[in-house]
């Protein structure tokens, strides 16, 4: 069956750096576009980043571009999410998720599977 699992997650200050990966199995992960969403408690789950099954184009929420990088290795079928310059209001629980085909989709509704989640904690 289809399994994601993100790792990476933890606690850093404001400013610093992580990179969330998400290992994929069950499914050719190649065909299809991924993303990476986030929620924080008492607040609903928002879109962070996505991309094409190719890599070629992707998606970032406003509020991270120019800090996030989202990237793929579909070799060993594994998406990452590398975060910089983190601020207290990126804290959340970070999750991956398939999407229903090969494009890039910003939104929760056209993905199908997901993994469990990292939590993010960033301290000011």
């Known amino acids: 069956q289809v399994q994601l699992v993100e790792s990476g997650g933890g606690l850093v200050q404001a400013g610093g750096s992580l990179r969330l990966s998400c290992a994929a199995s069950?499914?050719?992960?190649?065909?299809?576009?991924m993303g990476w969403f986030r929620q924080a408690p008492g607040k609903e789950r928002e879109s962070v980043a996505a991309?094409?099954?190719?890599?070629?184009?992707?998606y970032y929420r406003d509020s991270v571009k120019g800090r996030f990088t989202i990237s793929r290795d579909n070799a060993n079928n594994t998406m990452y999410l590398q975060m910089n310059s983190l601020k207290p209001e990126d804290t959340a629980v970070y999750s991956c998720a398939r999407g229903r085909g090969g494009g890039v989709y910003s939104t929760q509704y056209e993905y199908d599977y997901w993994g469990q989640g990292t939590q993010v904690t960033v301290s000011s």
């Open positions: 069950g499914h050719t992960f190649s065909n299809y576009g």
């Open positions: 991309i094409r099954w190719n890599g070629v184009f992707k």
